[in-house]
């Protein structure tokens, strides 16, 4: 696919203008900041670590969850949704990815788009062929909300939420097996950091 327009990107623009909004956001919905920063910082960690950095991946990692904006008074609420507010939840990575399409973010876009995706096709979409890239930022927002406390129950342990997060990944068909290996390593350090400022 060729992204129009995407040379003509002010990528320190977008990134000063994602910094400013996640200010805002960390004011008046501090969940839902601590969610899309811990998310975007992990699939960078992630990136980094793989070598496979990028503005668009940059800017996908941290913007891939925005769209629980629109349904953040049900973000919080976990095993006591209904169908419908689960349906609802689930919409937010197309309101997130028209919100990128809007900006002439179409890379970023279509990568956010695919983040709930998984090799196996049945992610949110059920899609078989999506960026690679969606997929490592699914493993940091899978990790991350495994990790995190919620009101209704504990973090799960590093043992526990890097088997749930790794599981659809281990037989390699979307990520070579040695990077899941190196990816393992990436969510460890993360978790033993999340140990210490806790």
Known sequence: MIYENENNIDFEYE????????FGLKLFK???YAKIKNTGMLANLIAQHLGKQSNEFYLASFYA???????????????HLTDEQIAQIKRHPVLSSEYLQYKGLNKVAEIVYAHHELP??????????YPDESAYINIADVFQGLTSPKPYRPPYTFREAVEITLAPYRDGIKIPR??????EKVLRVFYNDLLEMS
């Open 15 to 22: 990134k000063k203008f994602l910094e400013d909004y996640l």
């Open 30 to 32: 501090p969940f839902l």
């Open 65 to 79: 969850n925005i769209g629980l904006s629109a349904v953040s008074k049900y973000v919080e609420y976990g095993d």
């Open 120 to 129: 196996n096709g049945s992610g949110y979409y059920a899609l078989d062929n």
């Open 178 to 183: 040695e990077e899941v290996k190196e990816i």
